[in-house]
Antibody, heavy 120, light 107 residues
Framework: EVQLLESGGGLVQPGGSLRLSCAAS????????MSWLRQAPGKGLEWVSL????????YYPDSVKGRFTISRDNSKNTLYLQMNSLRAEDTALYYC?????????????WGQGTLVTVSS | DIQMTQSPSSLSASVGDRVTITCRAS??????LNWYQQKPGKAPKLLIY???RLQSGVPSRFSGSGSGTEFTLTISSLQPEDFATYYC?????????FGGGTKVEIK
């Protein structure tokens, strides 16, 4: 059974940093593209980063480019999101998600999310 | 970036109703359009991928259609468990974007 378990969220001051983790089970993350997405309280879904199945390509929207870095540790079957220079508008529930497969950019499995609150 | 516009933003419907939600892309995206269902406090669930392909385990009352810039999600006979928010998502570009969501409420 595929499972994704996020951790690492919490309260951080503006300008601070946080690293999120997503422990995967039931599949091998190195064989699938993976993404992080977020949802601000009461708002819609926003994609924030993607790492290709080969791990050699990463993508970000302008809203986080230069501040967020996606990576993975294949030996731990774990995905990470390093978030620097955090802003109030980064406050959200952060999900990791598995891409369905092949070259797809849709998401067939999601974690339960970890909450990041940026506030002084 | 490709902008995705959903309509309506909310709707009220009764059990058994046929419900249609529309999603428009700001440029052509072929059939790279996906639909998700999200219930309160839960992660989104993939319903439809590639515009019209039903994800495994999803009831057949859900269907998707369209190509290019206009797409629809149809629920043929609304069930109590279908009251939720639905999102479209384009996967044509590596800069993935979502529609704003459509909340389906009980009439």
């Amino acid at each position: 059974e595929v499972q994704l378990l996020e951790s690492g969220g919490g309260l951080v001051q503006p300008g601070g940093s946080l690293r999120l983790s997503c422990a995967a089970s039931g599949f091998t993350i190195s064989t699938y593209a993976m993404s992080w997405l977020r949802q601000a309280p009461g708002k819609g879904l926003e994609w924030v980063s993607l790492i290709s199945d080969g791990g050699d390509n990463t993508y970000y929207p302008d809203s986080v480019k230069g501040r967020f870095t996606i990576s993975r540790d294949n030996s731990k079957n774990t995905l990470y999101l390093q978030m620097n220079s955090l802003r109030a508008e980064d406050t959200a529930l952060y999900y990791c998600a598995k891409h369905r497969g092949g070259n797809s950019r849709d998401f067939d499995y999601w974690g339960q999310g970890t909450l990041v609150t940026v506030s002084s | 970036d490709i902008q995705m516009t959903q309509s309506p933003s909310s709707l009220s419907a009764s059990v058994g109703d046929r419900v249609t939600i529309t999603c428009r892309a700001s440029q052509t995206i072929s059939n790279y359009l996906n639909w998700y269902q999200q219930k309160p406090g839960k992660a989104p669930k993939l319903l439809i991928y590639a515009a019209s392909r039903l994800q495994s385990g999803v009831p057949s009352r859900f269907s998707g259609s369209g190509s290019g810039t206009e797409f629809t999600l149809t629920i043929s006979s609304l069930q109590p468990e279908d009251f939720a928010t639905y999102y479209c998502q384009q996967s044509y570009s590596t800069l993935i974007t979502f529609g704003g969501g459509t909340k389906v409420e009980i009439k």
